[in-house]
């Protein structure tokens, strides 16, 4: 079945570590998103991608950075440049590209939660 | 981009009709409007959208008035299992950048 993959569920980190995040969608989408999402918190947007080899900063950009070197892949790597990096982690994509002429529904993953020891 | 506001939390009772508003005053004219559930620890899950008047689906209303400034989420004769927030964002055609608002937490009790 299609949909999208994030992984790992659960990670730890120890401060001053990097850590990436994985992200892979067999949708077919051109375009994919990361979203913060702190407890009892909306979600915040951090960056998102609407074509191969471009990218461009969310809200919260400071301390995250990503890649989209595949149109399946979508992956985010926490810095230690990130203060406070314990949260939720959402991935999602949408074939809302640049030529769409309608919105489409956005997908997410079933997150990943990330906590700094 | 249209900002949205909607209220931070409601209450209900199984069985009773749940409305929830978003204010969305400057949303454009190629902006679309969607509402979303999400459970604790799971991603949202799309609800439905809707440009104007009214579009209903197998789960619930949406009421889009003419000046389509404002959207309203008809949940028909709820249930526990609806207890979730409820996120509206509102997209716009070919224009990428989807931010959501604080979203609606919804409680329903027995």
């Known amino acids: 079945d299609g949909g999208i993959t994030q992984s790992p569920k659960y990670l730890f980190r120890k401060e001053g570590q990097n850590v990436t995040l994985s992200c892979e969608q067999n949708?077919?989408?051109?375009?994919m998103y990361w979203y913060r999402q702190d407890p009892g918190q909306g979600l915040r947007l951090i960056y998102y991608?609407?074509?191969?080899?471009?990218?461009q900063k969310g809200d919260i950009a400071e301390g995250y950075s990503v890649s989209r070197e595949k149109k399946e892949s979508f992956p985010l790597t926490v810095t230690s440049a990130q203060k406070n990096p314990t949260a939720f982690y959402l991935c999602?994509?949408?074939?809302?590209?640049?030529?769409?002429?309608?919105?489409?529904?956005?997908?997410f993953g079933e997150g990943s939660r990330l906590t700094v020891l | 981009l249209a900002k949205t506001t909607q209220p931070i939390s409601m209450d209900s009772y199984e069985g009773q009709e749940v409305n929830i508003t978003c204010s969305h005053n400057?949303?454009?004219?190629?902006?679309?409007i969607t509402w979303y559930q999400q459970f604790p620890s799971q991603g949202p899950r799309f609800i439905i959208q809707?440009?104007?008047t009214k579009v209903t689906n197998e789960v619930a209303s949406l009421f889009i008035p003419a000046d389509r400034k404002s959207s309203t989420l008809s949940l028909p004769r709820v249930s526990l299992s609806d207890t979730a927030v409820y996120y509206c964002?509102?997209?716009?055609?070919?224009?990428?950048?989807?931010?959501f608002g604080t979203g609606t937490r919804l409680l329903v009790s027995p």
């Open positions: 999602a994509s949408t074939n809302q590209g640049l030529a769409a002429k309608n919105t489409g529904e956005l997908f």
């Open positions: 949708l077919n989408h051109d375009a």
């Open positions: 991608s609407q074509i191969v080899n471009d990218f």
């Open positions: 400057n949303i454009a004219t190629n902006d679309y």
């Open positions: 809707g440009y104007k």
């Open positions: 964002l509102v997209e716009n055609t070919g224009f990428q950048k989807l931010v």
